[in-house]
């Protein structure tokens, strides 16, 4: 049996769900009650919930299409490069060539004013960082300091390995856009006091799907939560 094809979003630790909806309302900057997700049993509850609780005016504008627009504009000027040329399979890595890669990426980021991030560390070097880590834990049980000296360096080399990261982790300006609208959907609208409401649910959805690697067709409406 293929374990993560029948993983399903009752799946989900309750605390982790808590992370993606904390996700969504950072995307959307709004600010929920305590208890708003108190009585939700099911996907479909989490989007009424949101739903309920948006304040901003509704405009049925594609925000997808106005995110690109931003994306392409900030890249042209960042990088003194044809819009004409900027397309949304336009892959990044030709966008941003690895020579000079974090002041080009810097730069567009200021044109661009919404902080996403899109660069990430190398593999062998994320998993090395996770087995120093690891490997100090159980440490501990023999010499805590060896364990703490452990804890300390990997927690050094991993600020370090952030600030000189240089690897791109999505293709696309497609694959970007999708990102900026996902993490910041307000930022990414031409008029930021704007929802279009029928992309709520669609935005949530994409959540849940990046950060917990479900499918999309799993989030239906009464699918339902985790009871722990």
């Not at 009585?39 to 989490?46: C, H, P, S």
């Not at 900030?74 to 941003?96: C, G, M, V, W, Y």
């Amino acid at each position: 049996m293929d374990i993560k094809e029948d993983y399903k979003l009752e799946d989900i630790e309750l605390q982790d769900i808590e992370h993606t909806l904390a996700s969504v309302a950072k995307s959307f900057e709004i600010t929920l009650p305590s208890d708003a997700f108190g009585e939700v049993k099911t996907f479909g509850e989490i989007c009424e919930v949101f739903e309920k609780n948006i304040p901003y005016k509704n405009e049925e504008s594609c925000t997808t299409q106005q995110a690109f627009y931003k994306i392409r504009n900030a890249i042209a000027i960042s990088q003194k490069i044809d819009r004409k040329n900027i397309k949304p399979n336009t892959r990044l890595d030709e966008i941003f060539p690895r020579l000079g890669r974090r002041k080009k990426i810097k730069a567009f980021q200021r044109e661009l004013a919404i902080p996403v991030n899109f660069l990430t560390m190398k593999t062998w070097l994320l998993l090395s960082i996770i087995a120093g880590f690891l490997i100090s834990l159980v440490a501990f049980f023999f010499n805590w300091k060896f364990a703490l000296t452990g804890i300390l360096s990997c927690l050094i080399f991993n600020w370090i390995a952030t600030k000189l990261q240089q690897e791109i982790e999505l293709i696309s300006i497609e694959n970007l856009v999708k990102k900026v609208v996902r993490e910041h959907y307000l930022q990414a609208r031409r008029n930021q006091n704007t929802i279009n409401k029928r992309e709520i649910t669609k935005v949530i959805r994409c959540c849940f799907v990046a950060e917990h690697d479900l499918k999309p067709t799993d989030l239906y409406q009464d699918a339902l939560l985790s009871k722990y």
